[in-house]
Each structure stands twice: as structure tokens, then as C-alpha cells.
């Protein structure tokens, strides 16, 4: 399967060179850097930078200028999961099969390395972007990862999830939970890829809106997973939704219309990604398999 | 005292600018915007603005031009308080005479306000800087800002800072922590100002050597407050150092040898700054007026 290939190709790319941002351990600082390399590469999947540089090559032709911000979108993410797993947040032992963050390095240090992945994502945008001769849609990419990570994007998302444990909450909240904790460094994901690549206004709207079926698309199937999940593929155990009694798209709509609603994203999706021809087609399998994932 | 009125005249723009950053507070977001809030407005000096300010002044003649910048670093400065009253780190439950915010808030709510702010100096710089027809220097600053606080600055700080707690370190280990801790950004905040108000490369070696004394002069300053200060004043109780078992410049050298460092310190600023004659006068009798607050 060429497009597995592919996949492989960015993720090998992708570690390497998030692995070189990493070289200072004999400093006094050793402590929080090893604690942001333990979650950094405690296997994630590298989703949001194979967005980018999919989003990228759409457009661009020189793949490598887009590692800093698709290794800064990777950065955020794994800041976000160290702090939502924190004891005051999800309170939550285990992540991918591997102990969290806290249970590793003790909470003081664990917020400190979710502060430092943030505020290191942003040095290598910003170290980046100063590198060039003309840095306007570097310094555009970077404003769109910043905006969807910040109070009215990802950490809005995660402070109305907070709120929201132990209550049955509206559609119209959950919808912003999921817009705004998942949605959006995904979309942001995919309009800085394309903004890197050269893309124009026109095309951000798209991926503006594959983004926000992905990431909507990708939020229901993770609730399935709760649900229905393997735990040992997972690595994480099931139920845990239900016993924070936690709103979720299966416990408002149903299993059935959780599966539709998936289905529908994604064709919706693919009608987007149409406009692309072959060129949109690795991002329409990924999309797909996505949905069909079981971890 | 004109010094005194130049100051306020800092200090109220600041304040002005600051309060028109956050207008969304119907949004499903609002929790983490009043807590971001309650901290940013909780009785803070806005020295780093006021350093930042002052250093654009004495190259540039357009001061708002330098404000969102003065806005991030005080937020960034805001969050790491935040941040470090936490239980897993100071555990502190009063700052300014106030409660902190977790008390207030909730733990959940006061990491995700830090991350909050963190994250929105960001954006605030970022949006500027992409206003700009060039933005070289704005990327530039925001750069010098984004080094300070991270891993290699604040947080390396904040992480020696935390693993020194109850032991006795090394006098190169405790001013590490003082320059990372409390002298980077202080630095960057004089660095930035000068660096957007047009300065050259000798004056910003110039702000970086005054900044690091400034910073390591105001940290034990504050150690010295922490033993002889008076809590009425301060704002909150005294002693929590050495009840911490913290390594200090006092209790490393004593009261006297600490007095007199910051005596040493505070004349290297005032012959740093003679260079520019009538123009660091602000700068020169705020040194001075900062080694001899009770407060």
C-alpha cells in the first residue's frame, strides 16, 4: 500500500527531526527536558504534522520547510495531553500503554514540561521564521497554530470540557468542546501546512473545512473507541467517558447515529478533498482509515 | 518626583491596554478568561512593562507601537506565578494579599488560566507583528521574549528552582536559577523595547548586561524581603524560604555580603545606563528605587 509508504515516510521525517531539537541534556535544566522527550516520544501517531506536510505538499514543493511547524503542532499537542492528564484535570495513569507524564517525573514537573513543550513550539516557529528573507507566511502559519491552541481554540475546548464532568451538558456545548479541544489544531494543522506551501484564501477555506470535519469526525470515533475499544489496542481503558459521566456524542445521539455521523463527515471530507484530484488522495485514504481505526 | 509620574503614565497605558485584550467574557470560554483575568489584575507592578517601555524610549519615539509586547510579557510573567503557587510547586495560598488562583479557581481552571495566558502573549504578539509591512523586528522581539521563558530561560529556572527545594546548592547552581528564573525575562523585556524601538546590536549587549544585574539584584532583593521584610507590606508571610529549607543568596552568604551585592549590582546598571545620559535617568532611579522597596 503506496500511501502506508507515504505515511511512514512523514512520521520517520517527523521524529527525526523533533529528535534534533533535543541536545542539551548535560544543563542544569536536564530534569524537564528529559520529562518533555518522555511524553514527546511516547508514541504518538504524529497525526497533526502528517496533516501539515499532507497540507503542504498540496501545495508546496519543498517539504522540509514545514518541519518546524508541523514538530511545533506536535509539541502543543503533547503539552496538552501531559496537562489534561493531570491529577486536577483527567487524572489519568496511563496514556498509549505508557505511564503519564505525572506518574513518571511528579506534577510539579510535569506542568513545567507541558509549559516548556508550549513555549518551545513557539521558539522554533519563531526561530524559523526569522531565518528567511520574507517571513509573512511563516509568521501567518504560526499566528494560525496560535490562535487555535489558545483560549478561544484548543485550551477554550478543554476548559468547557473541564466544567462539564459530571453534567449532561447541550449539543450546542459538546459541538464547541469538539470544535474547539480537537477541531482546531487540527484544521490549524492543515491551513498552516497549506499556508506554508503557498496556498491561497480560497484553499484555506477548504481545508478550514476538512479540518473541522476531521477533527469532529476524529472526537466522535475516539468516544466510540470508549465505548466499544479494545483496551489492549487502545492502551488505555475503556469506559472512562462514562464513569466521569461525561457527555459524549454516543451518549447524547446513540452508537447508531455516532456511526452516521462519522460516516457523513467523512464523505463530506472526501467532497472536499475532490477538488485535489490525485493529489488530494493520500489525505482522503488517511481521512478513511482514521475512521476505521480501532486505536 | 517626575520619575514617579513618568511611571504611572507607564504603568496606566499598560493597564488600559491590557484591560482591552479581553472582551469575549459571554463566551463558553468565560471560566478560563476571568481567572486569566483575576491574576493579570491582581495588584501586579508591571516592572517588566515598565522596563520594556522605558528601553523603547530610549530609541524610539511612537511608545503604543510597544505595547502589545509590554501586554505578552506580563502575561507570561503572570502565568509563571500562576503556575508556581500551584500545590506540586510553591504551594502558596497567597500572592499580593490575595487569594491565588487555584484557591479561588480550582486547580484545573488555574493551570489551564496559565496556559492561557502563555499562549495568548503569543497571539497578541503574533497578530501585531503580522500588521506590520515589515516585521522583521517585531519577530525579532517576540523571539527574545519566546528564549527567555522557555527551557533555556524561566522554565529551566523554575525546574532547578523546584529539585533545589530542601537541599543546599552550589552558588553557580543558585545563580543559575536567579538568571533563568527572574533575570531572563527582565532582560528580554529591555532587549524587546530596545530591539523595537530601533536600537543596534551594542545596545541591546548593553540592555542584556543591565538586565541580568537588574534581575539577579531584584531576586535577592526579594530573598532579603523573605527574612527582614514586613508582611503587611509584602503581601504575603515572610520566612517561606527558609521554611522551605530554600537555598538563598542570604542563606548562602549572609545579610551583609547580600546587602552589598546588591549595592555592587545596582551601580553596574547606573554605569551601564550614564551612556545615555539625560535619557536613563527613568531607568537609573527605578534600579534604584526597586533595591529599596519594602514590597
Known sequence: MEWKQQLRGYTDLMNQYL????????????TVVEAMKYSLFAGGKRLRPVLMMAAYELFGKD???????????????????IHDDLPAMD????????LTNHKVFGEGIAILAGDGLLNYAYEV???????????K?????TYEVATASGINGMI???????????????ADLLEYIHLNKTAAIITASLKAGAIIGGAQEADCKRMEAIGNSLGLAFQIQDDILDIVGDQAKLGKKIGSDEEKHKSTYPSLYGLEASYNKVRELTEAICN???????????LKVLSSYLMERES
Open 19 to 30: 529528535d534534533g531539537l533535543f541536545v542539551n541534556e548535560k544543563a542544569p535544566n536536564k
Open 63 to 81: 517539504l522540509p520547510e514545514v518541519l518546524p511547524y508541523a514538530a511545533a503542532i506536535e509539541m502543543i499537542h503533547t503539552y496538552s495531553l
Open 91 to 98: 487524572n489519568d495513569d496511563f496514556r498509549r500503554g505508557k
Open 125 to 135: 516557529m519563531l526561530r524559523d521564521a526569522l531565518s528567511k528573507a520574507d517571513s
Open 137 to 141: 507566511r511563516y509568521i501567518q502559519a
Open 156 to 170: 477554550g475546548g478543554q476548559t468547557v470540557d473541564l466544567e462539564s464532568e459530571n453534567k449532561t451538558i447541550s
Open 272 to 282: 472536499n478533498l475532490a477538488f485535489y484530484g490525485e493529489g488530494g488522495l493520500f
